[in-house]
């Protein structure tokens, strides 16, 4: 009989997973469930349900109960991928003697870990977890996240909230930042455009972003210092990584993100998320090996500065392990949300950046983690 595969996706901080028909590893599962298919290889994917927020402990002890609730006691290899901070969760899980709680058997599950792929992972942290740790920070991180999810739900914001909310970002002061009255009315806007059902879920979601936030100090590069002082990797697991690098905005960047108001409009929220991760220390930028290195430099065309990320994470933070492929993609791109809704099921877009990422180039990068994964065993 033949070994079967077990592939859990693990989301990163925004964890609009728990949201039902949201999928947030929608197309990624679907390409999984097909290639594995067309190479003959018995394969189970499972989208792991995570808090939004929580502390990487608590993730990876979301992580385990998936795996528990899903991986069979057969001996089938597990291959974690983790997107964002997916891939810190996925880390701490195979970690050797990690601790995640009473009553709770990670060895178990985590001696059958055969690969952990990591996309887009902040694996030395991101500046722009510092931004989120202030009030005004926190509410604009719950404001991202039901942006996201209104976006894979109706296609894009309606064109007054995304107006206004450009407009804020374009008069932000690091001194008084936002004016809160405003943010609770787009809150208001948008919430009201759900059924009472749906509605009453996001309030938890969002809730639940607002309540626990323990994972957003974590992230900042000081936080992530000590989380690798204390995550080891385990001996017979193949770590590899997916790179992204988005353009930086420029006159150039907006054409291209289209002459559209409304990609005009969302292309400034990536502007400004842009700026805050690009703040990333020198002394904050690990060293990478030649291999490492030379991957960079083959992708890119030289060794990406300090500066250099894909809207969210610094490009250089990413790396770990083997550089599996380093693509031009903004930080949710390489997770299939991009602007190609001719495709079906359709890709829909919310942090247009103008990277140009497509279908083609989605499957490039998947088919070089299918390749990755099928070779540890």
């Given at each position: ?228 002082a204390s995550c080891q990797d385990r001996p017979g697991v ?11 905005p420029s006159f150039r960047a907006r054409l291209s993100a ?7 409009i969302t292309h400034t929220v990536y502007s400004f998320l ?104």
């Amino acid at each position: 009989m033949a070994t079967k595969h077990y592939i859990l996706l693990v989301p990163g901080f925004f964890g609009f997973a728990n949201l039902g028909e949201l999928l947030y590893f929608g197309h990624v599962r679907d390409y999984f469930v097909a290639e594995m298919a067309r190479r003959g290889v018995d394969v189970e994917v499972v989208q792991v349900l995570t808090h939004p927020t929580g502390s990487i402990r608590t993730r990876a002890g979301d992580l385990l109960r998936s795996i528990q609730a899903h991986v069979k006691d057969d001996d089938g290899p597990i291959h974690l991928v983790g997107h964002s901070t997916g891939g810190l969760d996925s880390r701490l899980f195979v970690s050797p003697g990690v601790l995640l709680g009473e009553d709770m058997d990670v060895e178990r599950y985590a001696r059958r870990v055969r690969t952990v792929v990591t996309v887009s992972t902040p694996h030395a942290g991101t500046p722009l977890a510092s931004f989120f740790l202030g009030l005004f920070g926190q509410k604009l991180l719950q404001l991202l996240s039901l942006f996201t999810v209104y976006v894979l739900r109706f296609g894009r914001l309606p064109l007054s909230v995304a107006f206004r909310f450009g407009s804020l970002l374009t008069r932000w002061d690091e001194q008084l930042g936002f004016r809160p009255t405003i943010l609770d009315q787009i809150f208001e806007q948008l919430l009201g455009d759900f059924s009472a059902e749906r509605r009453e879920e996001l309030v938890r979601f969002l809730g639940d972003v607002g309540n626990d936030a323990s994972l957003v100090p974590q992230l900042t590069p000081e936080g992530i210092d000590l989380f690798n002082a204390s995550c080891q990797d385990r001996p017979g697991v193949r770590y590899g990584s997916v790179i992204t690098q988005a353009r930086p905005p420029s006159f150039r960047a907006r054409l291209s993100a289209g002459l559209d108001p409304y990609a005009q409009i969302t292309h400034t929220v990536y502007s400004f998320l842009y700026g805050r991760t690009q703040r990333m220390p020198l002394t904050a930028i690990p060293p990478h090996t030649p291999a490492q290195a030379e991957a960079l430099v083959e992708a890119y065309g030289a060794l990406p500065g300090p500066q250099a990320c894909d809207g969210i994470v610094p490009t250089r933070s990413q790396v770990y392990g083997r550089v599996l492929t380093a693509v031009r993609a903004d930080h949710l791109d390489a997770i299939g949300h991009f602007d190609q809704p001719a495709h079906r099921p359709p890709h829909v877009d919310w942090l247009i950046s103008g990277s140009g990422f497509r279908r083609i180039q989605f499957e490039r990068l998947w088919n070089t983690v299918v390749d990755f994964i099928l070779l540890a065993t």
